[in-house]
DNA sequence: CATGAATGAGCTTTCATTCAT
DNA sequence: AATGAATGAAAGCTCATTCAT
């Protein structure tokens, strides 16, 4: 009985939270009104407050699921490879791979980690790296190590090379490189990342 | 007659757009209502309304305001130095000084470029690079450019290299990188860029 | 079967209103919602819709509970009293004792009778005396004629006398005498009021 | 300039106020909501933002309004009044007097004092006497002193007796007594209150 | 007997904007 | 050039109630 309760509020929930991220896609985090969100999942606005503390839980929510996806998109594919190296590229290749193929879903998490506050007005962008629960950024630092360690990659700052990366995909994303074949493009940026971090010779 | 009102105008659209810039860094785009602004600028909000069409033109304007103080800040100290590998250097460490120096307008900067959208819900960071208007951007690519002329860096594709560029600065002006001395992490993060775009053999 | 069911339907709607009134003092009406008491009776909402017809109701036998409550308390204590000025003494006496013991009480019946109100609005304390419910009203006006008749009390208008009694102590109650001691309040206010009714002479 | 902007918002401030009145007196507390008064006052619910800061504080704003108003009738005719007894007995009669003819400002000030709460849900009810500001209380038991020091009055304690007296009075004007006269019930309640404070002998 | 799910109506509040002065 | 007054629209949220299970 419990179980069956419990799965169709989490299918609820599910979807309220899928109609969000379309509804923050398309008109952006300000004019996600819950109503909007409730026409989207063709429910009333007063189930998403039955289901969701308020906005900013549903909105935490969202940011949750949406990282959970990409995390494990990422890390399953990221865990096959053997090397530093090849653990790298298939980082940056996935990663942008996601991207495109969820174009949706990362509109939606850029627009509420940008947009949404604490109550009191903290952005979650300054929030972001405190909490150490950014598993994509740890991952990304450990197969930095591990490439030092086995002598792979040459002797830079591994905090710094990481932000590197991130930045280099997530600029990647933002600037959809519209003139460029985008294989291309992604082969192109791997290399060059590849060339920085890799050991001098 | 006319130059005195001008002045007078213009004084106060940049009395309003320095509010503006005040309540984005302290409260974000979402909550930065022209009340708040208004009542930062010590003015009625009627005001605001009467030197700009709407709050969008107020953003757009602001938008421009920072944009302009940026570039003209990093263009000037770029353009002293005679070689690409310096100017690329340069470039770099003057974009990080200039957003530790100037926290509050970089803060606003984001809060416009990521919340605002056009009438028909465009958002602003899927506009910018259309627009050619991005000097800073444009800059950074022609020094690109002309390195790899002058023979002082590789055979990368300088959209890609610039894209990267762009997004470690911007990147690790986000994650202010806490746990690091600011000054070793941008020494470090020139170094990896050098390294990226530096000639091989 | 059906005395049981009546049984636990009974012990329900009692929890129900010991619940009422629990977030009634605590709250005030206004905020004591249903969903309010349903969690302070650690039952669902829709519980206390189906021993309910609705808030009103509640409201309303939630209101004769108390006032039962506080008739039974008071009617036992004064009916040993023998003659009409004892059981005046009393009758001021127990009322205030009840109030000082049972505070919550008094309060939710306080937040019921000046809040609720009839489907077409007429409030329930314009209410009160048309109900000839009023028991304890009843017996005041009882002791006092029979104390005139009795030649015990002067030749008052008992309606009134009753009035000014039942408001000395309701005001009393209300205003809780903070800086006197609550033993000798009681005391005064009975001598006052034994003076007020006292045969002249 | 200022006067005249002062004095329409001013009187706007007293529309408002006026429609409150009106609107508790009519549906009570509970039901008073923004959009009935400013329907009620012919104006937009937000202008009723626009002068007051929220409901709380219209409420509160309205329950000054109805103080004073009966403060002032009541000071007034009791102060032309020479021996503490004539001035009992006109306090009294003026007290009644008041509620008489200002049924619907009588009954918004018991909706609001009985309903409204602090944020932190203390109800008015229990605040009241604790704000020395209740005039009215205060004036009755100066009356009270004097009286006692010039041996008009007996000797009983004046918080006592004040409290039976302010009870008497509110609880005439509830259960407003219907069967009888109007001003013989007024008469006969002076006279018991006289008797109960008349001093002995 | 009891509940979770769901809704429509209503609430207060804030917002951007307009207008007369 | 500047403001106070005023508004309509929309926001998030809570409520009492209903219904299938």
Chains 1, 2, 3, 4 share one sequence.
Do not use: C
């Not at 009985?1 to 939270?17: D, N, T, V």
């Not at 998403?48 to 399953?76: A, C, P, Q, R």
């Not at 495109?100 to 009191?120: S, W």
């Amino acid at each position: 009985m419990e179980g069956k309760q419990s799965f169709i509020a989490e299918a609820r929930r599910e979807q309220i939270i899928k109609a969000a991220i379309e509804v923050l896609g398309e008109v952006g985090y300000v004019h996600a009104s819950l109503s909007q969100i409730a026409k989207k999942a063709k429910i009333s606005t007063a189930l998403i407050s039955y289901h969701f503390t308020g906005k900013e839980d549903l909105m935490n929510n969202t940011l949750v699921y949406l990282t959970e996806l990409e995390w494990s998109y990422i890390s399953d594919k990221v865990g096959l490879k053997p090397t530093p190296s090849e653990k790298l590229a298939a980082f940056i290749e996935v990663s942008l791979d996601y991207q495109a193929a969820h174009r949706l879903n990362n509109l939606a998490l850029i627009e509420i980690v940008f947009n949404a506050r604490t109550p009191d007005h903290v952005p979650y962008y300054k929030l972001e790296d405190d909490v150490e629960e950014d598993l994509t950024s740890n991952l990304l630092q450990e197969i930095l190590l591990h490439g030092q360690e086995a002598k792979e990659f040459g002797d830079f700052n591994p905090q710094v090379a990481s932000t590197v990366i991130k930045g280099a995909i997530s600029e990647s994303i933002l600037s959809s490189h519209k003139k460029m074949d985008s294989m291309k493009y992604n082969q192109e940026l791997a290399e060059m990342i590849m060339k920085m971090v890799r050991r001098e010779g």
